[in-house]
């Protein structure tokens, strides 16, 4: 059942300054969910996704004419969205800036709903210093077929193994197919230590379990595996963020959890648009508290 969404009064607030144009378009044509509901969501979870959300660069999944018609993942402003939406300029690997977008306010998140977005995908760094990971995220991608058993147990061997190696982790479910263990990092190691940080750890534990896990790319090598997409953690590559609708059937929520919940969990999409006041709950919840917050750097591998 759906719940009456609650967004605090600077949300309120912002959608008051932020006017969402065509709000009865129908953006999810199977959950009969449009762009006036998909606002109240953002409007709603604002205060608990910003601190995810806000302040690095983002890439956007726009579908202004719905989830079933032409989507498009931007990276960069058109020159369109207006003064809520920001811009840091990132060199490109040819040397040239180009400008990137960011938000950090309730304002921007729905400014970017008011230009068709759906999904918000965010680097693994802040503005301050797109250079150094602020996260590590492994993404396990479950082969069609697996069930969602073999994630779940995927994820608390992550979890372990990377305890063991000192870095304590965090889960989300991606609404999705899969589920994201998330460390944490004080930004220090830039992209390339990262990424070859994780392209090892992602190798070895696909090489202690080959049966169950594959680091390859090859879509042969991913038969009956989970594949663990370490691609994440590399300079400009985003991962969906925390309490983002997903552009999927029935507008699911990608959604922090506690390993406690994780146990339990039917699947990796949980929640849905409309379930806004129940995910402000559990945010505030103590199953939630520190959720995402560890102080630690890259161990040695
Ligand atoms: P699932 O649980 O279903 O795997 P997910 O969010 O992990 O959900 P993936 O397909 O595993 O989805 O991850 C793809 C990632 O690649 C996204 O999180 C996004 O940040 C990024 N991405 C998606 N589309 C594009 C695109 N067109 N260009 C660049 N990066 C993209
Ligand atoms: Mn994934
Ligand atoms: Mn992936």
Redesign the pocket.
Known sequence: EHETPVASAAARGAGARVAISNSDRVIFPEANITKGALADHYAAVADIMLPWVGNRPI?L?RCPQGRSRKCF?QKHDAGTFGGHIKHVGIAEKDGHEEPYLFIDDAEGLLACVQMGTIEF?GWGARIEDVEKADRLVF?L?PDEGLGFEAVRSAAFEFRDLLAQIGLETFAMV???????VIAPLTPQAEWPEVKDFARRFAQAVAQASPERFTAALPKAQRKGRIFV?YL?NQRG????MPYAV?AREGAPV?VPLSWKELETIDG?AHWYVGDAAALVRRARSSALTGWGRADQVLPDL
């Open positions: 890439s999944v993942f995908h993404d991608d991606t609404g999705g197919k899969g589920v994201h997409d994440r590559a985003t991962a969906v997903r990608a990796p």
